[in-house]
């Protein structure tokens, strides 16, 4: 938390020094959520964890499972990112700034209810177990609020936690059973950007692109 106020500080402060006579560019900071998807493999991330433990039949071992995170998946963000950068395009001076991407404040659950959509999802006897790990401080509750990003881009999540966990699940499983991870991946992200498509929320250019920055 500290380094994200950091990080707006010292952006904040270039443009105040060096951007605001410049009405023709803009600049904006961005912030997602927990963000979840396929082809994340980081070490003391929820889901790379628990598929690497599922899939050599290990239980997840959690330290703090009534921790409370806004979930969402990685397409969401990425989406509202490119409808941003458009925007910066088009009318820098209305865009510049700083935006949240985050999912929609249901989606804000526990680290528990995540691993038990996840365990349901990925099946084969899968399970979590507590562990009590004295380790660094977590904060209890963390969420975003993403209602400037809805008023002024026309931005919203489409998938929801129920939607993305199983989604996620399903791009792992197909990556550990061998499977063409480009053209899975593609086709997850043709569902998401035809679902977009749908809601009349981006532009036709936003879709497109989305797919290939994806």
């Not at 936690?161 to 063409?180: D, Q, S």
């Amino acid at each position: 938390s500290a380094s994200k106020a950091a990080t707006e500080l010292a952006f904040k402060a270039y443009a105040a020094s060096f951007l605001d006579a410049r009405p023709d560019l803009g600049a904006a900071t961005t912030r997602a959520g927990n963000v979840i998807g396929g082809g994340d493999w980081a070490a003391d991330r929820l889901i790379p964890d628990a598929v690497r433990a599922f899939s050599e039949g290990r239980p997840l071992l959690i330290r703090n499972p009534d921790a409370v995170r806004p979930w969402q998946h990685v397409l969401e963000p990425v989406t509202g990112m490119i409808t941003l950068a458009e925007r910066l395009v088009e009318t820098p001076d209305s865009a510049a700034g700083s935006w949240n991407f985050g999912p929609e404040e249901s989606d804000s659950r526990t680290v528990s209810w995540v691993a038990d959509k996840l365990v349901d999802a990925w099946g084969q006897g899968a399970h979590w177990t507590s562990i009590d790990d004295r380790g660094p401080h977590e904060a209890k509750f963390l969420t975003l609020s993403s209602a400037k990003a809805k008023a002024e881009l026309g931005w919203r999540p489409l998938w929801r936690a129920e939607e993305a966990i199983p989604l996620t699940a399903e791009w792992y499983r197909a990556f550990y059973e061998g499977a063409n991870m480009t053209t899975f991946t593609e086709h997850q992200i043709s569902s998401f950007v035809k679902g977009k498509n749908r809601g009349k929320q981006y532009s036709a250019k936003a879709a497109v692109q989305s797919r290939a920055v994806a």
